[in-house]
């Protein structure tokens, strides 16, 4: 039997089941570097046919880089209110992205954004707003959480400076608030707007699967580091381990991750926990902020699926991205806790990734996605926080899409599904005749709704996602730009 038919044979029926919205994520550069619709009638046109597949809506980034571009509490929303007008017209929903991060640098970026040109003016006279890898360098990408509660932007903070976009936004945008237009807002808490520290930038040689580096050199969090060693009475604990390899590295190879390695030991638990505890601090403080600003509406966040390495024991890459979770210890607990206080659903990703796709071509990952997803889900759902759910890359086959509905709709415990399903994303690829049909067809029981009238349509062989063809072009500057 070949692939295609065993997909076939095993398919689930999901007539009937519960309707989980989807949306859709609109491309990075929807709006352009002039605040406009890139390509209007092109958009239109293609959010013309997501309506006709029964999506729910569509998620957009609203760019703090376009938005404040011309001065400190100086936005311009005007792109974005036009975009929003349109999917309005079509009845459409709106998943809302407050995006306080570079676009570019990442797997699939095709679009370079930066931070503000003023946020970056003060990065040249005080480089330590980004977050510092051990040989410092800087990662514009986005700013570190040491400076959350420092004046240091023009006399604001970077919570200050948060809120004040937030509630820009809010005042600007009540129209679309009051009608119903804007159903979620998903709060950007770091790298690719991820709760996570950005352990693994492109832009600094990393390549998959490397486990990553630790990103706290800055000045503001080697001190906040130093400081809790101090209370705990452990002044020589004041400072980041050395022993960690670099972005490349595979564990074994180190002698803090290895099996038996210094990441279990007395100061490596310590280090760890306050590595990730400081990172929950930041989400903590920034959705305490988005929930007041955002009162009555649906506040969400992103957390990374970090997959690769999962089956070792000390789970590196997860660690280096700040995610305390080990083969003896739950490290998404404490963060779905956190959701828990602010009511606020944790959208998470991977979960369209196979792990005997992974083991066949990445076998040196030690990458176990479909054991990962599970483990974030039952934590998460134990906390009695809502989940939600997207695509880590580029998805178009049936197989993929499986495993999506399998994970949204988990046949050993049908009270537990995911709240929505964001697709990632719209582009020419996804609009191919084939490529429209399936992901129809995944829209539909995705819905819950009957696929005998759609036509008949052969699953294609699985084929590893490429990166985006203008990635390489994007790359380049972010490169330069990194050797601040």
């Not at 092109?42 to 376009?66: A, E, H």
Request: a negative charge; hydrophobic letters at 35%.
């Amino acid at each position: 039997m070949s692939e295609e038919q065993d997909v076939i044979e095993l398919e689930r029926d999901y007539t009937g089941t519960k309707h989980i919205p989807i949306f859709v994520m609109l491309p990075l550069d929807a709006i352009n570097s002039r605040n406009e619709i890139d390509d209007l009638k092109s958009l239109r046109n293609d959010l013309n046919m997501l309506k006709k597949t029964s999506v729910d809506g569509v998620m957009v980034d609203c760019w703090w880089g376009l938005v404040e571009a011309k001065g400190p509490k100086v936005y311009d929303w005007s792109g974005y209110k036009n975009l929003f007008e349109i999917v309005r017209e079509l009845q459409l929903k709106l998943q809302v992205v407050m995006s306080f991060h570079q676009c570019g640098g990442n797997v699939g970026d095709d679009t370079f954004i930066p931070l503000p040109q003023w946020v970056r003016e003060v990065g040249k006279e005080n480089p330590d707003i980004f977050f510092t890898n051990r040989k410092n360098k800087r990662n514009p990408e986005c700013l570190t959480w040491g400076v959350d509660e420092e004046p240091v932007l023009r006399g604001r903070t970077g919570l200050e400076v948060y809120r004040d976009f937030m509630e820009n936004f809010r005042q600007e945008m009540t129209e679309f608030f009051h009608d119903g237009t804007i159903v979620e807002i998903e709060v950007g808490l770091g790298p690719c707007g991820e709760l996570r520290y950005p352990s693994y930038p492109e832009t600094q040689g990393w390549v998959y699967p490397g486990i990553g580096e630790f990103q706290c050199y800055d000045k503001y969090l080697l001190k906040g580091l130093k400081e809790v060693a101090e209370a705990q009475g452990h002044k020589g604990w004041g400072k980041p381990p050395s022993n960690t390899g670099s972005y490349n590295s595979k564990p074994q190879y180190t002698e803090f991750f290895r099996d038996g390695g210094d990441y279990d030991s007395y100061y490596g638990r310590f280090f760890l926990g306050w590595y990730s505890k400081t990172l929950i601090e930041h989400g903590d403080r920034v959705l305490s902020i988005a929930i007041t600003v955002f009162s009555g509406t649906k506040i969400a966040a992103k957390i990374s699926g970090i997959h690769w390495w999962y089956q070792t024991a000390s789970h590196a890459a997860e660690l280096t991205c700040g995610y305390y979770n080990t083969s003896f210890r739950d490290g998404y607990s404490s963060i779905a806790q956190m959701f828990a206080k602010h009511k606020a659903t944790f959208n998470f990703t991977c979960v369209e990734l196979l792990t005997s796709e992974q083991n066949k071509y990445h076998p040196e990952a030690m990458a176990d996605p479909e054991g990962l997803v599970q483990q974030v889900f039952k934590s998460v759902w134990g906390a009695g926080v809502s989940v939600a759910s997207e695509n880590a890359l580029a998805c178009y086959d049936r197989r993929g899409y499986n495993k999506i509905l399998e994970n949204a709709k988990p046949r050993i415990d049908s009270e537990r599904n995911v709240v929505s399903f964001t697709y990632l994303r719209l582009n020419p690829e996804l609009m191919e005749h084939d490529n429209y049909l399936e992901f129809t067809r995944f829209v539909r029981r995705l819905h819950g709704k009957s696929i005998s009238d759609l036509p008949v349509v052969m699953p294609k062989p699985k084929t590893v996602p490429k990166m985006a063809k203008k990635h390489e072009k994007v790359l380049n500057p972010l490169i330069s730009a990194s050797k601040m």
